[in-house]
Nanobody, 122 residues
Framework: QVQVVESGGGLVQAGGSLRLSCAAS????????MGWYRQAPGKQRELVAVITRGDSTNYADSVKGRFTITRDNAKNTVYLQMNSLKPEDTAVYYC????????????????WGRGTQVTVSS
């Protein structure tokens, strides 16, 4: 079984910074992409940023220039550095491991973490 665990959320003032971390563990052979999504109250879950195994990245327009996604393939870990935070960034942030190949049992699937709360006060 694969576990995806996020950490690093919290309360920060507008203009501040936070760094989220997400680690995938289990009988993992490889992970194609890892991404961050967020869901604010009353809104649909949306993509924040995603990074492939080859380090190609994609960002939501709303976070370009403020957020940076990086990953450590050896540790199956992804990070999201969030700078110049705004109140509208307040949401639960979820990590997704996409295209995960596991060895025991042999499987190809996606896995979600349970989320970490980010609150930005004005």
């Amino acid at each position: 079984q694969v576990q995806v665990v996020e950490s690093g959320g919290g309360l920060v003032q507008a203009g501040g910074s936070l760094r989220l971390s997400c680690a995938a563990s289990g009988s993992i052979f490889s992970i194609n992409a890892m991404g961050w999504y967020r869901q604010a109250p009353g809104k649909q879950r949306e993509l924040v940023a995603v990074i492939t195994r080859g380090d190609s990245t994609n960002y939501a327009d709303s976070v370009k220039g403020r957020f940076t996604i990086t990953r450590d393939n050896a540790k199956n870990t992804v990070y999201l550095q969030m700078n110049s935070l705004k109140p509208e960034d307040t949401a639960v942030y979820y990590c997704k491991a996409e295209g995960v190949v596991t060895t025991t049992p042999p499987r190809f699937s996606d896995y979600w973490g349970r989320g970490t709360q980010v609150t930005v006060s004005s």
